[in-house]
Structure formats: structure tokens, C-alpha cells
């Protein structure tokens, strides 16, 4: 392998080991949500599409038929399952002193590049998909609001430190094996210089 193509090696490996480590986490909010009652429900938590896992949770939620709650990893439990065939992933929000629970349905996957998405309104058993109850009555369905994030990527999208100090380390290589290579030539060329000098009869 010549020197040139080692130093291309390098640089390319160096470049995707930095794009690979990025993250995937979004944090999403709950924007305009309101339940049949009149009560709210806001705040935000961050989903991982690529783990399936939500973490850093803060959901809000005003009196109305349910007194007011906040669902927190201090008192709750969060997760996202299949509950029926046509539909999204249902985002659970379960307190774990109690039978409640709060149930978002969005009407399209929660992925990396983030955006705006609408809450499925008209879910399986009656909208069972996006409700607060306690298990579950009483019962107060979701009437409007949707998921949204600020940025349209995930906020954790920069390289790395290792892959960074990776490229860096790729770059210093690839100069040096170039500078090498030249090196060489240099000395191959003044070599051959030398032998002609030398041996003048030797030319054709």
C-alpha cells in the first residue's frame, strides 16, 4: 500500500468514527394539550428512538375530574408500548402510589429529526390511546394538543471527544506519512541523479 493511499485510509476512517458518535435523545413537549374536563397537561421528557426509552420526564397536569399531578421519575414510571395493531406507540406515565396514569398516542413515530406531531384523538377503545385515569375511571380523554420539539435535530448531535480526538489524530498521521513520501522521492530522484553522474555510459 503506498503512502498516499495509507494517508486516505486514515482520513476516512478518522471522518466516520466522529459522524458516528453522535445521539440520538430529543427531548419533546407537550404543546396545547387539553383533556375533556378542561384541564392541561404540559412539560416535556426526552425519547431515545434508537434505545425505544424515554428518560428525564416532567409532565404537569391541572385539576378538573383528577386533581392536579406531576409525573416525575421521583414518583412515576414512564414507557412506550404497542397496545394495538394501526396505531403508534402509546407513551405511558404511571404514578407509582396509584392506579394513575397518563396515555399519549401520537398519530406518527417520535424520531430523531424531531418536528411537530399531532395527538391520535380517535384511538383503539374509544381513545383509551391518549387519556388520564385512574384504571381507568374515572376518565378524561385528551381533546387536542401535540408532541413538538424546538430543534429539528437532536440537541446532542456534535461529534464525540473520542471521535474528535480521533480525526485529529488521523490528520497528524496523514501528514507525516506524506511528508515521508515525498521525503522519499526526493532521495530516490537525487539517487538516480548520482548514478548517472556517475555512470555517464550507462545512458541510452
Not at 111 to 128: V, Y
Not at 130 to 152: H, I, K, L, M, Q
Not at 158 to 179: I, N, Q, S, T
Request: net charge negative.
Amino acid at each position: 500500500m503506498t503512502y498516499k493511499l495509507k494517508a486516505l485510509v486514515l482520513l476516512t476512517s478518522a471522518f466516520l468514527s466522529a459522524h458516528t458518535g453522535t445521539a440520538s435523545t430529543v427531548n419533546w413537549s407537550l404543546d396545547g394539550i387539553a383533556f375533556g374536563d378542561g384541564a392541561t397537561a404540559s412539560g416535556n421528557f426526552d425519547w431515545d428512538a434508537a434505545s425505544q426509552s424515554i428518560s428525564n420526564w416532567n409532565i404537569n397536569v391541572t385539576s378538573g375530574v383528577l386533581s392536579a399531578f406531576s409525573y416525575t421519575p421521583v414518583d412515576s414510571t414512564a414507557g412506550a408500548f404497542l397496545q394495538a395493531a394501526g396505531y403508534e406507540k402509546t407513551y405511558f406515565f404511571s404514578d407509582t402510589g396509584s392506579t394513575r396514569e397518563l396515555r399519549l398516542t401520537p398519530l406518527a413515530p417520535l424520531t430523531d429529526q424531531g418536528g411537530t406531531i399531532a395527538i391520535n384523538l380517535n384511538t383503539f377503545g374509544g381513545g383509551s390511546g391518549s387519556v388520564e385515569c385512574f384504571d381507568c375511571s374515572p376518565y378524561r380523554p385528551v381533546v387536542s394538543g401535540s408532541f413538538t420539539t424546538v430543534n429539528a435535530i437532536p440537541t446532542a448531535s456534535a461529534p464525540e471527544p473520542a471521535p474528535v480526538a480521533l480525526m485529529g489524530l488521523g490528520v497528524l498521521a496523514a501528514v507525516f506519512l506524506m511528508r515521508k513520501f515525498a521525503a522519499g522521492q526526493s532521495n530516490l530522484q537525487g539517487q538516480t541523479l548520482q548514478t548517472s553522474l556517475a555512470n555517464p555510459g550507462a545512458r541510452t
